[in-house]
């Protein structure tokens, strides 16, 4: 029996749920295939090496990275709590990516260590955090009402001061209820 309802579909899935999985297998395919590559070309223990070189140096890279924004952060609230205002430096921004980066090195393949290698340079870093920046911002201005990003917009609305400004919204569309003025309480019953 058809009741004229029509039958509810699935949500389209977007783009990057169906590319980034075969973006990945792709890559590991490549990793893969580029070991075995140099493998036969230099040797094994030479790629063995490399892969234990990239995995030591992208730990060291992670620790003064995350020693960094420890600083960085610890400096910040100091300023605040004194009151001055602190300079931006955008060495907070590249935080991240040095992270990434050293992320990267951590992972065995030799393609993921040429890009973490790439991320260890300032300028590359500092491009991709203004490439960044400006992605986050134009989605931030595309935001629909009720999205993440809408909520991140009304966020940022503040003081200049960074106060908070406590506040009740009336709304004058919406009759305000009565309330019931006090008076004297009636008698309570006998038991």
Do not use: C, Y
């Amino acid at each position: 029996m058809t009741t004229g309802a029509t039958t509810p579909t699935a949500p389209k899935r977007s783009r990057a749920r169906t590319l980034v999985p075969v973006g990945i297998a792709a890559w590991l395919v490549l990793e893969i295939w580029l070991l075995t590559v140099v493998a036969g070309v230099a040797g094994g223990l030479t790629v063995f090496a490399l892969l234990v070189a990239g995995g030591v140096l992208g730990a060291v890279v992670i620790k003064r990275a995350g020693r960094r924004a420890f600083r960085n952060l610890s400096e910040t609230i100091q300023r605040q709590q004194a009151g001055t205002p602190g300079a931006e430096d955008g060495s907070s921004r590249g935080n991240g990516f040095l992270m990434l980066g050293g992320l990267l090195l951590m992972l065995p393949g030799l393609i993921s260590d040429a890009a973490g290698l790439l991320l260890l340079v300032p300028p590359v870093r500092t491009a991709l955090g203004r490439m960044t920046e400006r992605s986050f911002e134009r989605r931030m201005r595309q935001a629909s009402p009720g999205s993440l990003g809408d909520a991140f917009q009304q966020a940022r609305i503040h003081r200049p001061d960074g106060k908070i400004v406590q506040g009740e919204v009336i709304r004058q569309d919406v009759p305000a209820e009565p309330r019931p003025e006090p008076g004297p309480r009636p008698p309570l019953a006998p038991r």
